[in-house]
């Protein structure tokens, strides 16, 4: 299965469009969350991007809430919104946990979760699927440009446990197109420009 993995595309319509023009290349694309910037413009990249002709799965960002995509793509029969939830997709288990994990500085509009909160939304996450989160696990890619590490522990906790065959996040900008193996689980912060990933008996990414 060919993956093309994406995050904080924050409203760049031109970043969306080269996105799909790769599209029909892969089986499924993989959106991060954070398609808004301060739940503004949510259906800017995804108008685009539903147009896809394969199936997209997407996690909300702290940009915008679940409940917003969930009405946004309530239509859009390709497009799958997961937080705290899973779906199948070619024999693969995808599971999907967005917003800012831990909590953001960033004030009462963020869509951020508490770590406790976080352990109760990945408690469902099944072993051997693709893992998607906005935010990064602790440790793995989640450095900014100051080289703190901002990172998620319950996500870092639910990989060393479930040992997904891919975990795809974003968020921590300086961090994007960044990847790392956490035990055996390469862990990839896509970024807006995409990086591709196939799943085969020994995964491998590229960009």
């Known amino acids: 299965m060919r993956l093309l993995l994406f995050s904080d595309l924050h409203r760049d319509v031109r970043a969306a469009r080269d996105l799909l023009n790769r599209a029909s290349e892969y089986d499924v694309l993989v959106g991060a969350g ?30 915008e809430t679940q409940a917003a995509l969930a009405r946004l ?6 497009i799958h919104v997961l937080h705290g939830t899973g779906i199948r997709l070619n024999g693969i288990d995808f599971f999907g946990v ?3 994990i831990p909590v953001t500085p960033f004030g009462s509009w963020s869509y951020d979760f508490t ?12 072993p051997r699927c693709v ?35 891919l975990a795809v996040c974003g968020h921590i900008h300086a961090s994007a197109q960044k990847r790392e193996l956490l035990g055996n689980t390469p862990v990839i912060n896509a970024g807006p420009t995409g990086v ?6 020994r995964p491998e990414f590229s960009e």
Not at 116 to 125: D, F, K, M, P, V
Request: proline share 8%; hydrophobic share 35%; glycine share 8%.
């Open 34 to 63: 954070d398609f808004a910037n301060m739940h503004t413009g949510l259906a800017d990249c995804l108008t685009i991007l539903k147009q896809a002709p394969n199936p997209l799965v997407i996690v909300p960002g702290n940009n």
């Open 73 to 78: 793509c309530q239509d859009w029969t390709k």
């Open 98 to 100: 967005g917003g800012g």
């Open 115 to 126: 770590e406790s909160q976080a352990t109760e939304l990945l408690q469902n996450c099944p």
């Open 131 to 165: 893992l998607i989160t906005h935010s990064p696990p602790k440790g793995a890619v989640d450095r900014n440009a100051q080289g703190e590490s901002l990172g998620s522990t319950s996500i870092r906790e639910c990989i060393l446990r479930t040992e997904p065959l």
């Open 196 to 201: 591709v990933f196939e799943i085969e008996d």
